[in-house]
């Protein structure tokens, strides 16, 4: 029984390493990203951090999570998992429970530079619509945001 238990745990172990898409990241590493990503923009300016931000194999796609872009009106500048994205303004796309979550992100981190908003939305990774929260940072005349789902 004890070997028993001793492999169960292995393979759970190996799993979650080989598998760290599965796993939901925390708040606190969607904001590290989101302050990478802000860093990044700083340092290599608009035009290229966009095309790193919408870049699916790129350096702010990690697993579960990953940085996404808002224009000040609410429109995608950056999605690298759904490109199909860039270019919609979603600012008056509710979630389901009818909350405009991007509209109060874009409006709060407008007057205090950062926001967290709690919403539903459709998990790719569970196919199931489930509670996230994303954080949400005003960068020059951009909002720079990663979520993670609960």
């Known amino acids: 029984m004890?070997?028993?238990?001793?492999?169960?745990?292995?393979?759970?172990?190996?799993?979650?390493?080989?598998?760290?898409?599965?796993?939901?990241?925390?708040?606190?590493?969607a904001k590290a990203m989101v302050e990478k990503a802000a860093a990044y923009y700083q340092a290599n300016g608009k035009e290229k951090a966009l095309q790193e931000f919408n870049n699916p194999k790129g350096e702010f796609v990690m697993g579960a999570i990953y940085v996404f872009a808002y224009d000040a009106g609410g429109t995608v500048i950056a999605h690298p998992v759904?490109?199909?994205?860039?270019?919609?303004n979603v600012i008056e796309v509710p979630d389901v429970d009818?909350?405009?979550?991007?509209?109060?992100?874009i409006e709060k981190a407008t007057k205090d530079g950062t926001a967290v908003v709690d919403?539903?939305?459709?998990?790719?990774?569970?196919?199931?619509?489930?509670?996230?929260?994303?954080?949400?940072?005003?960068?020059?005349d951009i909002f720079i945001g990663c979520g993670t789902y609960k």
Do not use: C, H, I
Not at 12 to 28: C, F, K, N, T
Not at 98 to 105: A, L, P, Y
Not at 119 to 132: A, H, I, M, R
């Open 2 to 29: 004890r070997k028993l238990k001793f492999w169960v745990s292995v393979v759970m172990v190996a799993g979650v390493l080989v598998l760290p898409g599965v796993a939901s990241a925390s708040l606190d590493e």
């Open 82 to 88: 759904n490109p199909k994205q860039v270019g919609v």
């Open 98 to 105: 009818g909350k405009f979550f991007r509209k109060e992100g």
């Open 119 to 140: 919403y539903k939305f459709k998990n790719p990774v569970s196919n199931k619509v489930e509670q996230k929260t994303t954080y949400l940072k005003k960068v020059g």
